[in-house]
């Protein structure tokens, strides 16, 4: 049995892709000072929305390039999971937007009756 490489490689680079989709907002947030850092709090969530899209798109694609039934249970999963998390990040710039917009630091991300 030969191994297809180039289909491997393709595989592969989707799954740094998607890793790094769903990984570099958090190192994002962590390099920058969090939401009292160098970037307003509000800037965060947008920034997120997009990585988040960007996950969705890689899944998909991740999704319809394997014959694996295991690889394609795990690609709706964490597709659903990445739709979840965009809800949460609508409903928390949403908040945000409210109760302080871009001033909006560290106070209004720990506790929402303080915001």
């Not at 999971?81 to 001033?103: F, K, P, R, W, Y």
Request: charged share 15%; with cysteine.
């Amino acid at each position: 049995m030969k191994l297809d490489r180039t289909r491997d490689t393709a595989m592969g680079r989707r799954l740094v892709v998607l890793w790094a989709l769903i990984a570099l907002p958090f190192w994002v947030t962590v390099m920058t000072g969090g939401p009292d850092g160098l970037l307003p709090h509000a800037v965060f969530h947008p920034v997120y929305f997009v990585f988040l899209i960007g996950a969705i798109f890689v899944l998909l694609r991740l999704r319809s390039a394997t014959d694996a039934r295991v690889v394609r249970g795990a690609a709706i999963a964490l597709i659903v999971a990445q739709a979840a998390a965009i809800s949460g990040t609508v409903g928390e710039e949403i908040a945000v937007l409210q109760h302080g917009g871009l001033s909006a630091g560290r106070r209004c991300s720990r506790s929402r009756s303080t915001c």
